[in-house]
């Protein structure tokens, strides 16, 4: 996305569209997927010597759930975005690409769940919790507690 900055007007411009998934640079990752282009509505104004753009950004991806290992559909979006861009000697435009694509992205949760109430998966043979039961014995009992022998300690 670029603004050049001899069209913005005195009011300021308002500027509405979308980018390709591309700019996420995400080819390749087996985890995280966008879906759709990068969508953004936003609002540039000359102020005291620099731009402020300001507004909405966010695209559509498919992520991978952390517990059960399937894929998910979800919409990252920063509809707070606001960036300051000081205004350089011979400047004609701003490329607020990776501006954008960053807002979007660190609204991307860090450990991604398909849903909160997601089993995940069997520790022992694999198979997704959420399809059913798997056919795993009940895990044996602790065999100890180290801690309970301090219980009856007597200081």
């Known amino acids: 996305m670029i603004i050049e900055i001899s069209k913005i007007s005195p009011e300021g411009s308002r500027y509405t569209g979308e980018d390709p998934a591309e700019v996420f640079e995400l080819e390749g990752n087996p985890d995280l997927c966008p ?43 920063d509809s707070d975005f606001i960036r300051d861009y000081p205004l350089r000697e011979g400047c004609q435009e701003l490329d607020l690409t990776d501006d ?22 069997c520790p022992r043979c ?3 919790l959420n399809d059913g039961p798997c056919g795993c014995p009940p895990e044996p009992p ?5 801690w309970k022998a301090l219980d009856g300690l007597k200081i």
């Open 126 to 128: 694999g198979r997704n």
């Open 35 to 77: 879906t759709g282009p990068i969508r953004y509505d936003l609002f540039a104004a000359i102020v005291s010597g620099g731009v402020v753009v300001r507004g909405r950004v966010g695209a559509a991806f498919d992520l991978r759930c952390g517990r059960c290992a399937e894929f998910f559909s979800t919409f990252a979006e």
């Open 142 to 146: 602790a065999a100890t507690d180290a």
């Open 100 to 121: 954008l694509r960053e807002a979007v992205l660190l609204r991307l949760p860090v450990y991604p769940v398909c849903r909160g109430e997601c089993r995940g998966l």
